[in-house]
Nanobody, 118 residues
Framework: VQLQASGGGLVQAGGSQRLSCVAS????????MAWFRQVPGKEREFVTS????????YYADSVEGRFTISKNYAKNTVYLQMNSLKSEDTAVYYC????????????WGQGTQVTVSS
């Protein structure tokens, strides 16, 4: 499975940004997709996830109510709509995927930079 993320860029605090992640290859293996983010010097942190068939979502407390993950199952794509962005949301955002029965995310995209200017 290959993941291609896009949509990053520079945005002002309080603004919005939408990220996309397209899965290709053996997509039938994908049970759940997620977004993580990482800033230099810190560990990668979980942002949100969604199950591809049922659409069950999970959010980190830090983004709950501001970010929304959604999916287009037919297009093997997930989206991350980020609203009310804060400077602390600045990070490289990675999409990831995992298979049913495996708790680890084993498929990773290349990352896309989101910079929020204050």
């Amino acid at each position: 499975v290959q993941l291609q993320a896009s949509g990053g860029g520079l945005v002002q605090a309080g603004g919005s940004q939408r990220l996309s992640c397209v899965a290709s290859g053996r997509t039938s293996d994908v049970y759940m997709m997620a977004w993580f983010r990482q800033v230099p010097g810190k560990e990668r942190e979980f942002v949100t996830s969604i199950t591809m068939k049922s659409g069950i979502t999970y959010y980190a407390d830090s983004v709950e109510g501001r970010f929304t993950i959604s999916k287009n199952y037919a297009k093997n794509t997930v989206y991350l709509q980020m609203n009310s962005l804060k400077s602390e949301d600045t990070a490289v955002y990675y999409c990831a995927a995992r298979r049913l029965g495996i708790t680890s995310y084993i498929y990773w995209g290349q990352g896309t930079q989101v910079t929020v200017s204050s």
